[in-house]
């Protein structure tokens, strides 16, 4: 069974599953293992201004429901994305959509980025990253928790470009469905909920963080639910398309995204257990005739982003503490 293609954010997705910023590369790393030409499509590595080295070693550490990453944005900066990562997407791919992912430690940057991919062929539309910390206000706390750099972004960003903007938000945000209210309110056409959630694994014998940065990013299992909530609670006070991400292993942990609001779902983390799984999720989801809207029988083929959830509730704070 083949699944009939869907339109979101004014992008057309022949399935709804797409491979995570920052866990397949440019998708050439990947092509020799993944046919990527499969997928609903893909989220670049988060690009820079400037090319990134990345934080230092080790920089995954495994723990029992998932796992804890520092990659420190290791990315080929923007002129090398452009005229080199890009041109290959744009050559190898025709039915998997692109999204680029663009990360700033100031808004300038932000802007800056956009404005120098826009003019560029191989993708779709934007992926704004918001989990970086912002340079020049509130001692480097990320822009998706300072609304005002937020909105600053968001709204900046949107002046240069004519592509789809989606904001990617935190977990880690006590007022995230005020926030992603925000986010759209300054011109973004969809949300990725959600990013990995601060987190530190030390070692049992000595003390000593696992990772090389001290702390990084918790991904995996162990986050579904919060992504799953997130989704479900934004659904109800927004009314653009939703991405979901967070901890899906198969298509029934997908279904569950879907069900929550979302239009569209990206696998990350399992891809490192098995580099085939997005292609297995995308296969078992077409053979499925449970789908909700833009991909069940009543949505399929049309034009359309998930049905709100039933829960408006702002998301509880998941600060560690």
């Known amino acids: ?57 080790p920089r995954v550490a495994e723990f029992d429901a998932g796992m804890v990453n520092s990659i420190g944005l290791a990315n080929p900066g923007m002129e090398r994305a452009r005229d080199d990562k890009l041109p290959w997407l744009a050559d190898h791919l025709r039915r998997a959509r692109v999204l680029v992912s663009v990360a700033g430690h100031t808004v300038e940057e932000y802007v800056e980025l956009v404005r120098g991919m826009e003019a560029a062929d191989g993708f779709a539309a934007f992926e704004i990253n918001l989990s970086c910390p912002n340079d020049q206000r509130l001692g480097g706390r990320a822009f998706s928790l300072d609304r005002d750099a937020l909105t600053a972004v968001i709204g900046r960003c949107r002046a240069e470009t004519s592509r789809p903007l989606i904001a990617k938000l935190a977990p880690n945000d006590p007022d995230l469905v005020d926030t992603a209210r925000a986010a759209v309110d300054a011109g973004a056409d969809g949300l990725t909920l959600i990013n990995t ?30 992504g799953v909530h997130a989704v479900n609670a934004v659904a109800g006070a927004v009314d653009v398309p939703l991405i979901g991400v967070g901890g899906i292993l198969n298509a029934d942990h997908a279904l569950e995204y879907l069900h929550a609001g979302a239009s569209l ?57």
Do not use: Y
């Open 197 to 226: 959630l601060p987190g530190r694994l030390l070692d049992p014998g000595d003390g000593h963080p696992r990772i090389g940065a001290g702390q990084g990013g918790m991904s995996g299992p162990a986050l579904r639910p919060v």
């Open 265 to 321: 779902v990206q696998v990350g983390t399992a891809s490192f257990a098995a580099p085939r799984a997005a292609e297995r999720i995308a296969r078992d989801l077409a053979r499925r005739r449970d789908l909700p809207a833009p991909w069940g029988a009543s949505g399929r083929g049309g034009p359309s982003h998930a049905s709100p959830g039933s829960n408006p509730a702002a998301v509880p704070s998941t600060e560690p503490v």
């Open 1 to 57: 069974m083949t699944l009939r293609p869907a339109e979101v954010f004014r992008v057309a997705f022949q399935n709804p599953v797409l491979l995570a910023a920052g866990t397949c590369g440019f998708g050439r790393e990947l092509s020799g293992v993944v046919d990527l030409e499969a997928l609903g499509g893909m989220v670049t590595k988060s690009i820079t201004m400037a090319p990134r080295a990345g934080n230092p070693a």
